[in-house]
């Protein structure tokens, strides 16, 4: 299923809307928290549990990204994007049934497994094809075909609060929320499907065929788990996406306990929007922190997401109860910071490993989005439902899981600092020997 080629003279600025249509509906998963709710008082769920589809979502992500990487280069976009339409859909319709049945199990599976998976092939579908549109600008290309995903919630978040509001937040208004949500993605989907467009190969850099000497340093992906540098890079998003992901798979309900004190406690609308705030930084600092690292490095900017993403997370333990503002401002600074960590991996990869087999790599690198997936939601829900179960209430439920996402960003700082330039002997130097390596791999 190739995609067609781009006709001579098609403007490369028309491929990107291809990568959005897929990223903003699978960038739905960041409002899940907006279904947490009503899911726990209709299912009788605990936080933890109300977490676990979208635990299993984001795993099921870097495992598929993981392991189809390899296929997604051999197949190109449209067979990814394709895949990613029918298992995103479907585990929204299994989701419905499971919802409307009150099996709750069915939406782990739904959601959660054969929902994941489509999360993780339409995630890395247009990274590599992008690159090649734009070999001059890496950091600004990953930028535009991981915006979509930040800013999926953007959307997802107030619809979702509108229909449960329409149908009932009971489980047969989940259910027909789930049915909507899976019949509207799958159209909208389909518009990237037909309109992917590969450059044509006369248009193409060389790495296409193979590296070259003059394309400087190239790596095949097999070789590039034997290397230090991916697995320092493996620990610098693990943490990055951590911390990030702990606030945002908990936003609506956390900005909820946060101030139930005060004299003007947070609504359920209210909430959405701040979920849907969220999306919005986390969508503008993919686009903006990855186009800022081709001006600064790679390097550079992970420090500063690492680095202030840990003084953000500390003054919100310190100083987040005592007014809306402090907190929704280190919250959106954090989302930036994890949204252009995210956007700014792809290119950190290619300085390091080069074009060649960017794509696979930067699948199999997101098996620390899978572990953070599981961290940080457990982190921040199990130590919260603890924190409750002790009679503990609002900003305090919480201060225990800050202090070590603060802990796990010092450690995500260091494994930065030790990134260097990969060793001579990883590098493949010459077509001929691409081609040999080419031929080794997995099919």
């Known amino acids: ?25 699978i960038g739905q998963a960041y409002a899940w928290s907006v279904f947490k709710p009503p899911l726990e008082s209709a299912l009788n769920l605990d936080g933890t549990q109300s977490a676990l589809p979208f635990q299993l979502a ?41 919802a409307w049945t009150q099996q709750y199990w069915l939406i782990v599976l739904g959601y959660g497994f054969v929902g994941g998976i489509g999360l993780g092939i339409g995630y890395i579908s247009p990274v590599s094809t992008l690159m090649k549109w734009f070999p001059d600008r890496p950091g600004m290309a990953t930028g535009i075909a991981i915006m979509g995903f930040g800013g999926g ?81 493996w620990i610098v998003l693990c943490t990055n996406v951590t911390a990030g992901i702990g606030i945002l798979e908990k936003a609506a309900p956390m900005i ?38 081709d001006l ?5 900017i992970y420090r500063v997401y690492l680095g202030v993403g840990a003084l953000m997370y500390l003054t919100i333990a310190l100083f987040g109860d005592s007014a809306k503002p402090l907190f929704v401002l280190c919250a959106l600074v954090i ?11 792809p290119a950190y990869l290619k300085d390091l490993f080069g074009t060649y087999q960017v794509g696979a790599i930067h699948g199999r690198l997101l098996t620390a989005w899978s572990t953070a997936g599981v961290l940080g939601p457990l982190i921040v829900n199990w130590i919260a439902d603890r ?57």
Request: proline share 6%; glycine share 10%.
């Open 256 to 293: 909820t306990d946060f101030f139930a004190d005060s004299s003007t406690p947070v609504s359920a609308s209210a909430a959405a929007g701040f979920v849907a705030l969220l999306s919005a930084a986390n969508m503008a600092g993919r686009i903006g922190w990855s186009s800022t690292s």
């Open 58 to 98: 984001i795993v099921m992500l870097g495992l598929s990204a993981a392991f189809g990487g390899t296929l997604v280069e051999r197949n190109g976009p449209r067979w990814a994007m394709t895949v990613a339409l029918v298992c995103f859909s479907s585990g929204f319709l299994i989701s419905a049934l499971g």
């Open 335 to 345: 989302l930036s910071f994890y949204g252009g960590g995210f956007a700014t991996v």
């Open 387 to 443: 924190q409750e179960s002790a009679g503990k209430h609002g900003a305090s439920l919480y201060g225990l899981s800050f202090t070590i996402m603060i802990g796990l960003l010092v450690i995500g700082f260091v494994a930065n600092e030790l990134v260097r330039p990969v060793h001579a002997r990883h590098h493949v130097t010459a077509p001929k020997e691409a081609a040999d390596v080419q031929r080794e791999q997995p099919a």
């Open 296 to 300: 600064i490095g790679r390097k550079n």
């Open 153 to 233: 919630a953007l959307i997802a978040s107030p619809w979702s609060a509108q229909m449960l509001e329409s149908f009932g937040s009971d489980h047969s208004g989940i259910a027909l929320a789930f049915l909507v949500h899976g019949l509207s993605y799958a159209v909208f989907m389909a518009l990237g499907v037909f309109l992917v467009r590969v450059p044509r190969p006369a248009e193409r850099t060389t790495a296409d065929e193979g590296p070259s000497p003059a394309e400087g340093v190239q790596v095949s992906a097999r070789s590039a788990l034997r290397t230090p540098q991916f697995w320092f890079l």
């Open 1 to 25: 299923m190739s995609p067609p080629l781009a006709p001579r003279g098609w403007s490369r600025w028309l491929v990107p809307p291809a990568a959005l249509s897929v990223h903003l509906s």
